[in-house]
Nanobody
Framework: QVQLAESGGGRVQAGGSMRLSCAASGSRFDLMGWYRQAPGRHREVVATISSECITYYVESVKGRFTISRDNAKNTVDLLMNSLKAEDTAVYYC?????????????WGEGTQVTVSS
């Protein structure tokens, strides 16, 4: 069973920066990413990174957020710059791994990010 440990959430003022980190037990993960869910809204993808380090960002964070991964340590980080109040949400780490003939996704418990204006 894969377990994810997220860290780095908290409160920051608008315009500030914050780094989220996620460490996964196990190895050989395919897609890794960060999602977020704001109050009253659906969970949305923020950024993903493939095993070949191909990245995807939702339009609203392009140019401000950077996702990275360390395959040796099985970690995925999200560096968030120029934070805005609308970035406030619970952020979830997600990783995929091929097992038992199918792709299985695993989720962290979430970490709160609050951006005050």
């Amino acid at each position: 069973q894969v377990q994810l440990a997220e860290s780095g959430g908290g409160r920051v003022q608008a315009g500030g920066s914050m780094r989220l980190s996620c460490a996964a037990s196990g190895s050989r993960f395919d897609l890794m990413g960060w999602y977020r869910q704001a109050p009253g809204r659906h969970r949305e993808v923020v950024a993903t990174i493939s095993s070949e380090c191909i990245t995807y960002y939702v339009e609203s964070v392009k140019g401000r957020f950077t996702i990275s991964r360390d395959n040796a340590k099985n970690t995925v980080d999200l560096l968030m710059n120029s934070l805005k109040a609308e970035d406030t949400a619970v952020y979830y780490c997600e990783v995929d791994r091929w097992a038992a003939g199918r792709e299985i996704d695993y989720w962290g418990e979430g970490t709160q990010v609050t951006v005050s204006s």
